[in-house]
């Protein structure tokens, strides 16, 4: 079946430093990815998106690239801030399959001064 | 605001107790579904409704039940609930297969259930 797996949390950075987050998928067809974001007490809101090989979603300086070879979309950001503090969830959808959206497990980002 | 409303935001519940969970839409979204959320296993898929008149199980669907009678409204029940389905509970809304805003999910704020 459909999987994603992220790496696990949580992930502690001081404010400015560089964010990655791993993302890497198992798809039966031809996936969409998404990055979902969840700030404390709400619900998740679509960071970004990308639907076919090699596009980039890009949102709020996050950027995601969809690597078909290694089959991976992970998140990064070149400065990170208090405010980024939040759980990150990578997610697919297979084309054809409806909206049924397949999440990983969550990474919860904590962002320091 | 347009968007997904839930309630209640938060329940407990005893062992075999019913209850219903509410999620309403205003954005004449035609897919809704209900995931859960429990620590270390991300969101899971209970039930989700293509449109009115229409479910179908997801992924965890032992021990809800759900009904579409219109667009707008997408109730969860716990017939008889368990420990086991304490947990947080989200609504969330998309346009058609066919739509623009296919396959981007607006999430309501959650529902957060204990069952004792």
């Known amino acids: 079946g459909d999987s994603v797996t992220q790496m696990e949390g949580p992930v502690t950075l001081s404010e400015e430093a560089f964010l990655t987050i791993n993302c890497t998928y198992t798809a039966t067809g031809y996936p969409s990815l998404f990055w979902y974001v969840q700030y404390p007490g709400e619900g998740l809101q679509l960071l970004l998106k990308?639907?076919?090989?090699?596009d980039k979603g890009s949102n709020k300086g996050f950027e995601a690239t969809y690597r078909k070879e290694t089959t991976s979309f992970h998140l990064e950001k070149g400065s990170v801030q208090v405010s980024d503090s939040a759980v990150y969830f990578c997610a697919l959808t297979i084309t054809g399959g409806g909206n049924k959206l397949t999440f990983g497990t969550g990474t919860q980002l904590k962002v320091e001064l | 605001n347009a968007g997904v409303t839930q309630t209640p935001k938060f329940q407990v519940l005893k062992t075999g107790q019913s209850m219903t969970l509410q999620c309403a839409q205003d954005m004449n979204h035609e897919y809704m579904s209900w995931y859960r959320q429990d620590p270390g296993m991300g969101l899971r898929l209970i039930h989700y409704?293509?449109?009115?008149?229409?479910?179908d199980q997801g992924e965890v669907p032992n021990g809800y039940n759900v009904s579409r009678s219109t667009t707008e409204d997408f109730p969860l029940r716990l017939l008889s609930a368990a420990p086991s389905q304490t947990s947080v509970y989200f609504c969330?809304?998309?346009?058609?297969?066919?739509?623009?805003?296919?396959?981007?999910?607006?999430f309501g704020a959650g529902s957060r259930l204990t069952v004792l």
């Open positions: 969330a809304s998309s346009g058609g297969f066919l739509s623009a805003g296919a396959n981007v999910l607006t």
């Open positions: 990308a639907t076919k090989a090699d």
């Open positions: 409704s293509v449109g009115a008149g229409i479910t």
